[in-house]
């Protein structure tokens, strides 16, 4: 049976309304962090020789850390911790509002080697320096804001590469050795996709060099093929979470596919069980990129909000008027569903 609890607010402009997680809370003790890579990191239990103090750092990776801060003058202020088996290096604040950068040593050979280049390790740890020291806070859960920081980071990390001599290639080439999400799907994730993470290394890495970077022909080419908005185009079922931009995760799932006959249909999945929660039709029109919704709940009132297709598997929505105060210019990313 259809849920029909809240069902009013739920269906004005449901491409477009939010539903605000209300009652996730962190713990007061979970540490706050940045990890390097987006994968394999355990969300608690970070560390526990930021508990215990039972470490002795590795000569190698102290020597790396004091080149880096070297190069911009200032004294460390994060203490380095080595930590086995994360397979991650992370800038982390704990509950004694320290600052920390615990590292797996293994980790960071591995991705050494991998790449053949000696200089992926002060990359690594430079991204993680330049967190603590572009003053980031680690606290957002807002998966834009956290990929922006990463890209500060990543940028500080070119530059203090730069400044050490390393080669433009050299100074990228830890991104050949971790997993990124793919550009036009990025949004649900909170570090960038590989080709920025690059371009935010070369950016730091020329102000070091007063080398000049030239755009990648995949930038160029994202840059001069707009795909237009159209019926044909949004066919199909596209799948998004609702309040991703706000980085609760998907309090629930949610398909809409657009139909013959100007008709959307909607379904609301249970993030746990997967089971359909709500389901409903509206119809709706195209206005150039503004897409036009009158739902069954509210006939009378138009749901408007931008269509900008990030690539043919993904569409960005732009909230200009849900009838609910406070969400103009609300965005979320929806991913096309294979059939």
């Given amino acids: 049976m259809i849920k029909k609890i809240n069902l009013l607010m739920l269906c004005m402009g449901m491409l477009f309304v939010p539903v605000t997680k209300g009652f996730s809370q962190k713990k007061q003790d979970q540490p706050k962090y940045c990890r390097f890579s987006s994968d394999n990191y ?4 970070i560390c526990p ?31 380095l911790i080595p930590c086995p088996d994360i ?41 993680e320096i330049g967190h603590h020291l572009n003053g980031h806070t680690l606290t957002s859960e807002n998966k834009e804001t956290t990929r922006k ?10 530059f203090i590469l730069g400044k050490m001599g390393a080669s433009k290639a050299e100074a990228t080439a830890a991104m050949n050795g971790i997993p990124h999400p ?29 080398k000049k970077v030239k755009a990648t022909s995949k930038q160029k080419s994202e ?11 949004l066919k199909g079922t596209w799948y998004t979470e609702l309040d991703n931009e706000r980085g609760t995760d998907g309090i629930r799932s949610l398909t809409i596919t657009f139909l013959e ?20 039709e509206s119809k709706y029109t195209l206005e150039k990129d503004v897409l036009i919704e009158v739902l069954p ?29 406070g969400y103009e210019g609300l965005k979320r990313v929806y991913i096309r569903v294979e059939e």
């Fill in 182 to 210: 793919d550009c036009d799907v990025e949004y649900f994730s909170d570090h960038p996709c590989k080709e920025k993470r690059i371009e935010a290394i070369e950016k730091g890495w020329s102000k070091a060099t007063g």
């Fill in 42 to 45: 355990p969300a608690n239990d």
């Fill in 149 to 158: 920081e990463e890209l500060e980071a990543d940028e500080f990390a070119g």
């Fill in 297 to 325: 709940y509210n006939p009378n009132f138009k749901a408007k909000a931008k269509v900008q297709m990030l690539s043919k598997r993904a569409l960005l929505l732009t909230i200009i008027d849900n009838g609910i105060a």
């Fill in 223 to 233: 840059q001069t093929k707009p795909i237009p908005v159209q019926k044909a185009t």
């Fill in 87 to 127: 397979q991650n290096a992370a800038a982390l604040i704990y509950q004694d509002n320290l600052r920390y950068i615990v590292y797996d040593k293994k980790f960071l050979d591995g991705i050494s080697k991998n790449v053949k280049s000696n200089w992926s390790n002060t990359m690594i740890l430079a991204h």
């Fill in 49 to 79: 020789n930021v508990q215990f103090n039972s470490f002795r750092t590795d000569e190698d990776i102290e020597k790396a850390v004091n080149d880096i801060t070297s190069i911009i003058g200032l004294k460390p202020n994060f203490i």
């Fill in 261 to 280: 006959g100007n008709i959307i249909h909607y379904r609301f999945f249970d993030s746990i069980t997967g089971i359909i929660t709500d389901e409903f």
